[in-house]
């Protein structure tokens, strides 16, 4: 067994109990001293070394020192466990964006996924952009929800700067425009905290199901080929099939969901950019490098100046 006999005698002299783990210091510090000095020079331990040596004159050495920290468990950072929040029928949905290098027509392409999630009944809406901004936000939010024709009441987000304007967390502050935005479908965003996507596990597992279940083994033709297969993936082939432990199917779902969710208006208008510009002599304006024409004004103040919208 490879063990020497003072290890054979030790263990015949204690009865075959097992070895105190325990070790005991010859030099015993007040664990509210440690604590008070780690508090005062700021969790540098070579200073609360000094300090113990010089002022308080214990004679401890530098590795006893740092094991008595960690045991104490001085400078960590508590784990708490994480909260559970119901799922509530009609309460949450999520939304999140990702990144992805896909070959459109065989060449490698940068695409934005944005994925919109409903938490209690797990329907998905799955759009994919060249460019996501937060005009591009508002439409892929309005294509969704008035394809679902309801909308929860809140719509949990990381803290992007598309949506928050300062602050992070509970605490975020919504930029008014989204706000406002938001209010016209009856929902409020709410960003999570630092550090915590779980808080919208929903969205990063069907963000890891579009790697693993969407992306592999199909091929596009355009952006526009790929939208098609992704909605039709989204809203049809996972609508129906068996989602987690509970074997939740989110079609059926939803028809228990649906009374309980914001119901929208078929004729809510699509959301818009307005864009200011002035007319050049010849009643023209320019923009991304088009230039359009403005009928003329019959007041001349403002014959030189025009709305484009």
């Known amino acids: 067994m490879k063990v020497s006999r003072n290890t054979v005698r030790a263990v015949i002299r204690r009865g075959g109990a097992a070895a105190s783990g ?3 210091d010859k030099i015993h510090v007040d664990p509210d001293l440690l604590r008070r ?3 005062e020079c700021g969790g540098w331990l070579q200073r609360v070394h000094e300090k113990l040596l010089e002022e308080e004159k214990i004679p401890i050495s530098y590795p006893t020192l740092t094991r008595r920290v960690r045991e104490l468990g001085l400078g960590k950072p508590v784990h708490t466990r994480c909260d559970h929040v119901p799922d ?3 309460l949450e949905m999520q939304h999140d964006t990702s990144v992805y290098q896909v070959k459109l027509a065989e060449r ?5 996924a944005s994925l919109l999630y409903l938490r209690y009944s797990k329907r998905r809406y799955l759009k994919f952009y060249r460019v996501f901004n937060r005009f591009t936000m508002k439409c892929f939010l309005h294509e ?3 394809f679902w024709g309801c909308a929860a009441r809140q719509c949990v987000i990381d803290n992007t700067n598309l949506a928050r304007l300062r602050g992070s967390g509970y605490s975020a502050v919504i930029v008014p425009e989204m706000a406002a935005f938001a209010a016209r479908y009856g929902f409020q965003f709410l960003c999570h905290a630092l550090n915590h996507p779980n808080r919208k596990a929903g969205e990063e597992r069907s963000f890891w199901t579009v790697e693993t279940n969407f992306l592999p083994g199909r091929s596009f033709e355009s952006l526009e080929d790929m939208n098609r297969q992704a909605i039709d993936w989204a809203t049809v082939r996972m609508e129906h099939r068996p ?3 509970a074997r939740l199917i989110p079609a059926k779902a939803f028809e228990h969901e649906q009374g309980l969710l914001t119901a929208l208006p078929a004729e809510l208008p699509a959301p818009y950019w307005a864009q ?6 010849y009643g023209y304006i320019a923009f991304e490098g088009n230039f359009y024409w403005v009928p003329g004004w ?3 103040k403002l014959a030189n100046f025009a709305n484009w919208t």
């Open 298 to 300: 019959p007041d001349p």
């Open 144 to 146: 969704a929800l008035l």
């Open 108 to 112: 490698p392409t940068r695409v934005i």
């Open 88 to 90: 509530e029928p009609g």
């Open 22 to 24: 325990a070790r005991r």
């Open 243 to 245: 989602q987690g432990k």
């Open 37 to 39: 000095l780690h508090r």
């Open 276 to 281: 200011e510009r002035g007319t050049d002599a």
